[in-house]
């Protein structure tokens, strides 16, 4: 498996849609989508923050060596994907729902 294949699929495991993993790495969607196809590499600094917030291993996304993840996989669900569908469910939403979406929050805080 090469490095595009393990970026790709580890993201989807996680469901993270590639702007929501993007913003969570501090890169545009279209650099994410390059590494998916192989018409860039990551930095290694993006490598780590990458397998930092997918949960895996740095060797195992850089060089496919090793186990893919830290921790063993459980069925109960975790705070990456939870942050990960928010941020996909606010990708889908307008303005004037983002908008209460935010007031309920700084409600909450």
């Known amino acids: 498996?090469?490095?595009?294949?393990?970026?790709?699929?580890?993201?989807?495991?996680?469901?993270?849609?590639?702007?929501?993993?993007?913003d969570l790495i501090g890169?545009?969607?279209?650099?994410?989508a390059q590494w998916e196809t192989s018409m860039s590499?990551?930095?290694?600094?993006?490598l780590r923050k990458m397998a930092e917030?997918?949960?895996?291993?740095?060797?195992?996304?850089?060089t496919g060596r090793g186990n893919q993840?830290?921790?063993?996989?459980s069925d109960t669900i975790c705070d990456s994907e939870v942050d990960g569908e928010i941020i996909n469910q606010l990708y889908r939403m307008n303005l004037m729902k983002?908008?209460?979406l935010l007031n309920m929050i700084q409600a909450m805080a």
């Open 1 to 22: 498996m090469n490095l595009t294949t393990r970026i790709l699929c580890s993201r989807k495991d996680k469901k993270f849609s590639q702007q929501a993993l993007a």
């Open 69 to 73: 993840y830290l921790v063993q996989v």
């Open 53 to 62: 917030i997918l949960e895996i291993s740095f060797e195992w996304l850089a």
């Open 41 to 46: 590499s990551p930095s290694l600094g993006n």
């Open 98 to 100: 983002k908008r209460a």
């Open 27 to 32: 890169v545009s969607r279209s650099a994410l």
